[in-house]
């Protein structure tokens, strides 16, 4: 088959009907029915309205409360990932930024346990868990929990 033989696949394009353009295509009232609101060009009304009755999401009760937008999300990095900086160095939340570890600057970033880590390190981040702690002090290093 060649590029100029291509045709197109019967009825993959269909036409929309042409309301109001004959008998044989809901003439007259176009399928709105007799006058009243819906039947008026720009009909349509708000989203949920319900002609006056009281709305659904109004009839429902509310309940419960959800604390997630004052919940603290924290950046989670282990310690086998602090192993790529330099023995001695310091480490904050812009330096970690810097090395791609972390999204943004402004980032909560909690240190956790997972692996090992060779080198002494000074490390300041607003959150530690135990075992990132003990291996931190047990290189020699500093974990400093900054606010």
């Known amino acids: 088959m060649l590029s100029h033989e291509i045709t197109k696949i019967a009825g993959a394009n269909k036409r929309r009907k042409r309301l109001g353009k004959g008998s044989g295509s809901h003439g007259k009232t176009c399928g709105k029915g007799h006058k009243g609101s819906l039947s008026r060009a720009g009909a349509g009304g708000k989203l949920g309205y319900?002609?006056?009755?009281?709305?659904?999401?109004?009839?429902?009760?509310?309940?419960?409360?959800?604390?997630?937008?004052?919940?603290?999300?924290?950046?989670?990095?282990?310690?086998?990932?602090?192993?790529?900086?330099?023995?001695?160095?310091?480490?904050?939340?812009?330096?970690?930024?810097?090395?791609?570890?972390?999204?943004?600057?402004?980032?909560?970033?909690?240190?956790?346990?997972?692996?090992?880590?060779?080198?002494?390190?000074?490390?300041?981040?607003?959150?530690?868990?135990?075992t990132a702690q003990d291996k931190i002090l047990s290189c020699g290093g500093v974990a400093k929990v900054v606010a």
Request: proline letters at 2%.
């Open 50 to 130: 319900e002609g006056g009755q009281m709305p659904l999401f109004r009839r429902l009760p509310k309940r419960g409360f959800s604390n997630y937008k004052f919940s603290r999300r924290y950046e989670i990095i282990n310690v086998s990932q602090l192993d790529r900086f330099e023995d001695g160095s310091n480490v904050d939340v812009a330096s970690l930024f810097g090395a791609g570890l972390v999204d943004s600057v402004t980032s909560r970033v909690k240190i956790l346990g997972d692996g090992e880590l060779t080198k002494k390190l000074n490390i300041s981040v607003h959150k530690f868990s135990k």
